[in-house]
């Protein structure tokens, strides 16, 4: 406290903190992520202008038990406590979000008011708001409130010059040598395949740009393919017109130039580089691991000990997915780590591979996992066999003696039911498995009707349901939760 910020180096020191009741707001980053780093910069403003909070900084790969006990798969991701539980999160880089959610914790804010850069000032004081601008990048001379309808002329002027800037640009989550989502990723690779040079910007990166963009252009979703100054679509027209091939003809009636075969090969970006400079000998070793197996994982670490939250995340969801899996502890020969994010043009671990294709990272495996992309590529790969959700549920609730399906995690519950069924068996002492229903639709809709239960969360022991919430409560304010998971 007092206006600074602290880099924690243990889980121990960040418990004491936050069991100590006072607000405490968690900054989780990682040295490579640009979007950390800059929103670090406000983090450290807002811990001058909140002296009465703790402002806790965890370089998240190199304090893996924090980030796994904070459920942290992207960074930056902000956690804010208060009287020693989890008050609320926020992932991505987002300025005005985290100057809100500062303010709730920890200070005061004019009900109604947002914390954007223009109306920040009456959350923090003019420190944020400087920095907050800075942020988003906001042209010196606007002077008008962003949060009024519409777009401001410098914020419009700024967007169509984005467009403008190239004969073809892409607006995207990420960058095109890391995409943070599949849509995006796929757009990038459908403009590879048309061989066109792109520009792009990473909508991410800048809240206020995001926002204004889906007025400007009259499009709610990202990505946002542009061509001449004319907006194409999202993903799925992008990708039909590359199916039929209208999207060829339309660069070619626009008198886009393509790239050669030849530079294409020494430009290539994202995906496996054709032409990486390394030795012939390391190309060939790296070539020969990432198909040493149908799926293979590159990891800080070792599956049953992995060194970074990320890299244990992507190890549960393929647990979770019954995938079976190679890995490679890329920690263990500095001549694979350095080679390999030359080789896939692929910055960060983990890299997931299948079929000698790169996947990508912890960010993209998780939202492939969340909406089902994964299994059905592990399907049609003949990777894992289709099975019936039937079989998975079962195969789920078998998974841990005592087994709880639940909205979020045990250490960050989305909702009351769950966390309050998750302290009763902390209570208890009681072991328990569980599986977030938030992060798998198929689970979440095919439970119900699997249990004829029709809420969460849902408590199992030894594959018989035992109920949901009301009962857990009953069961133990009656003194018989512990023995009914016993017997």
Same mark, same amino acid.
């Given at each position: ?34 979007? *950390? ?15 009465? !909070? ?21 960074? +930056? ?5 208060? #009287? ?10 987002? +300025? ?6 500062? !303010? ?22 003019? %420190? ?23 777009? *401001? ?22 960058? $095109? ?22 520009? *792009?910007? #990473?909508?991410?990166? #800048? ?15 990202? $990505? ?14 992008a990708v039909a017109m590359h ?11 626009? /008198? ?42 590159? @990891? ?5 000990? $992995?060194?970074? /939250? ?43 591979? =299948?079929?000698?294709?790169l996947i990508g990272g912890s960010?993209?495996?998780?939202? @492939? ?14 990777? =894992?066999? %289709?099975?019936? =959700? ?12 005592? @087994? ?5 995690? $045990? ?17 208890? /002492? ?58």
């Open positions: 406290m007092g206006g600074s910020v602290k880099d924690v180096k243990s889980k121990a020191e960040v418990d004491a903190v936050v069991g100590a009741g006072s607000p405490v707001v968690l900054h989780f980053w990682a040295s490579w992520c640009e979007a *950390s780093k800059h929103m670090d910069q406000l983090f450290t403003h807002l811990a001058t202008d909140f002296p009465k !909070a703790h402002f806790l900084r965890v370089e998240a790969e190199e304090q893996p038990e924090i980030s796994e006990a904070y459920s942290v798969s992207a960074v +930056p991701f902000f956690v804010f406590c208060k #009287d020693g539980k989890t008050f609320d999160t926020l992932e991505g880089a987002d +300025p005005s979000s985290l100057a809100n959610k500062v !303010a709730k914790l920890a200070g005061s804010i004019n009900p109604g008011e947002a914390a954007s850069p223009a109306s920040l000032g009456m959350a923090a004081g003019s %420190a944020v708001l400087e920095a907050v601008k800075d942020l988003a990048q906001v042209d010196a001379s606007k002077e008008k409130n962003l949060v009024e309808p519409g777009l *401001s002329g410098s914020l419009k002027k700024r967007l169509q010059q984005l467009v403008d800037s190239h004969p073809v640009f892409l607006f995207m989550k990420g960058t $095109p040598e890391e995409p943070k989502c599949k849509f995006s990723r796929k757009v990038v690779e459908v403009l590879k395949e048309e061989k066109v040079k792109f520009g *792009s910007f #990473d909508v991410m990166s #800048d809240s206020e740009l995001r926002e204004g963009l889906k007025k400007f252009s009259n499009w709610p979703t990202f $990505p946002q393919l542009y061509c001449k100054g004319e907006l194409l679509g999202g993903c799925d027209i199916e039929n091939g209208e999207l060829r003809e339309v660069f070619k009636d626009q /008198g886009i130039d393509t790239i050669d075969e030849e530079k294409e090969s020494g430009d290539a970006k994202g995906g496996i580089s054709k032409s990486t400079n390394l030795s012939t000998g390391l190309s060939s070793r790296l070539e020969s691991l990432i198909n040493s197996n149908a799926v293979m994982l590159f @990891m800080k670490g070792k599956p049953d000990e $992995p060194k970074c /939250g990320f890299s244990r995340k992507v190890v549960e969801i393929l647990q979770q997915e019954s995938v079976p899996f190679d890995s490679f502890d890329i920690l263990t020969d500095e001549e694979v780590r350095q080679g390999l994010k030359v080789y896939s043009n692929w910055s960060s671990y983990p890299q997931l591979y =299948i079929k000698g294709e960010d993209i495996v998780l939202e @492939m996992h969340k909406s089902g992309e994964l299994k059905k590529s592990l399907h049609e790969k003949g990777i =894992i066999p %289709a099975g019936t =959700i039937h079989d998975r549920l079962k195969k789920l609730i078998a998974s841990s003696p005592v @087994m709880l399906f639940m909205k979020g995690t $045990p250490d960050v519950p989305r909702c009351g039911f769950s966390s309050r069924v998750v302290d009763a068996l902390r209570q208890e /002492g009681l072991s328990f498995g569980f599986f977030d229903i938030l992060s798998d639709e198929d689970v979440r809709r095919g439970l119900k009707v699997y249990s004829n239960w029709p809420t969460y969360p849902q408590l199992y022991y030894k594959s018989e349901l035992i109920g949901g919430h009301d009962i857990v409560m009953e069961l133990r304010n009656n003194g018989e939760l512990k023995s009914t998971l016993s017997e």
